[in-house]
């Protein structure tokens, strides 16, 4: 009997895990759009991104996320536009505002969604030799617009801080004899998809 009863628990639990479970929700998302700087004033089309997320439940969740941005300028010292290259990985957490401050449910016609984290930068210029590698912090916020079931479309803001950064967003360095760095701030204002692979009921 008491064998039976530790079984019926144990099965209980199990169920109860793998319902918890059928929340959980793998996503992947893509994302084309304007990036810049405000300092000097540089502002392109040229944001490519892209995310796998994972959703705890339809409030909070994580991504990682890629993006590539390029930024050139007219540099005085050369007859073409030049600049420099980021490429970026990093780990955000996610929180789904709508849901959590409001009834609204995460498969809803409009969400609003905030993200913020950290990863890994790397840097090139256009003509100057060698790498930067940099710690970088991103947060922003998304709308997000639901299409069909499991399909959305998104807008997205972010602010990207790229800590300890050598390389002037002309492709010089930031320094001439002593090394020095400076805090990189850029934005992105993109659109794209997101596509959840399944839906909460």
Same mark, same amino acid.
């Given at each position: 009997m008491k064998k039976k009863l530790t079984l019926s628990w144990q099965l209980c639990?199990?169920?109860?895990?793998?319902?918890q479970k059928s929340y959980s929700q793998i996503g992947?998302? %893509?994302n084309y759009g304007l990036n810049g700087v405000?300092?000097?004033s540089i502002n392109d089309l040229?944001?490519?991104?892209? %995310?796998? /997320?994972?959703?705890?439940?339809? *409030?909070?969740?994580?991504?990682i996320d890629f993006a590539s941005d390029k930024f050139r300028t007219k540099n005085p010292l050369f007859t073409e536009e030049t600049g420099i290259d980021v490429t970026r990985i990093s780990l955000?957490?996610?929180? @789904?505002? /709508? *849901? %959590?401050? *409001?009834? %609204?449910? /995460?498969?809803?016609?409009? @969400?609003l969604i905030a993200h913020a984290g950290a990863g890994y930068s790397l840097v090139k210029s256009s003509y100057n030799s060698g790498n930067d590698n940099l710690v970088n912090v991103v947060m922003g916020l998304t709308p997000r617009f639901k299409i069909t079931d499991g399909l959305y479309f998104a807008v997205d803001t972010s602010v990207i801080f790229n800590i300890s950064q050598h390389y002037n967003f002309d492709g010089s360095? /930031?320094? *001439?004899e002593a090394v020095n760095s400076f805090t990189g701030i850029t934005y992105n204002v993109t659109g794209g998809i997101i596509y959840k692979f399944n839906e909460y009921y």
């Open positions: 639990c199990a169920l109860f895990i793998l319902h992947i998302e %893509a405000f300092e000097p040229s944001h490519l991104g892209g %995310a796998i /997320s994972y959703d705890f439940d339809e *409030t909070y969740g994580m991504k955000q957490g996610t929180m @789904n505002i /709508s *849901t %959590a401050f *409001t009834r %609204a449910r /995460s498969y809803d016609f409009f @969400n360095f /930031s320094y *001439t």
